[in-house]
Nanobody, 123 residues
Framework: QVQLVESGGGLVQAGGSLRLSCAASGGTFTNYVIGWFRQPPGKERDFVAVITWGGRGTSYGDSVKGRFAISRDNAKNTVYLQMNSLKPEDTAVYYC????????????????WGQGTQVTVSS
């Protein structure tokens, strides 16, 4: 079973940047596609980005295209989410999750989830 731990969240001003990390343990990291999702207060969990096991396949949610970048370092069992040009509407709890295959944007396709890290963007 894979365990995922997010880090790197915090408070940032609009226009700023943050880099989130998702560290995995307890399984074969390269067997999994890793996705990022976010959940604003009182709203549903939304897709942010996903990366294939080899790192060459990625997909992004429409609201973050051109601003966020996902990458992975399989030697460190870690996936990163670089977030630039942050906006107040990016405020949410950010979760990473692992799926066995595909570039799914659906939370139901992901088997393992981290506990989340809070990102707050002030205006």
């Amino acid at each position: 079973q894979v365990q995922l731990v997010e880090s790197g969240g915090g408070l940032v001003q609009a226009g700023g940047s943050l880099r989130l990390s998702c560290a995995a343990s307890g399984g074969t990291f390269t067997n999994y596609v890793i996705g990022w999702f976010r959940q604003p207060p009182g709203k549903e969990r939304d897709f942010v980005a996903v990366i294939t096991w080899g790192g060459r396949g990625t997909s992004y949610g429409d609201s973050v295209k051109g601003r966020f970048a996902i990458s992975r370092d399989n030697a460190k069992n870690t996936v990163y989410l670089q977030m630039n040009s942050l906006k107040p509407e990016d405020t949410a709890v950010y979760y990473c999750a692992a799926a066995p295959a595909g570039l799914s944007s659906l939370p139901r396709d992901y088997h393992y989830w981290g506990q989340g890290t809070q990102v707050t963007v002030s205006s």
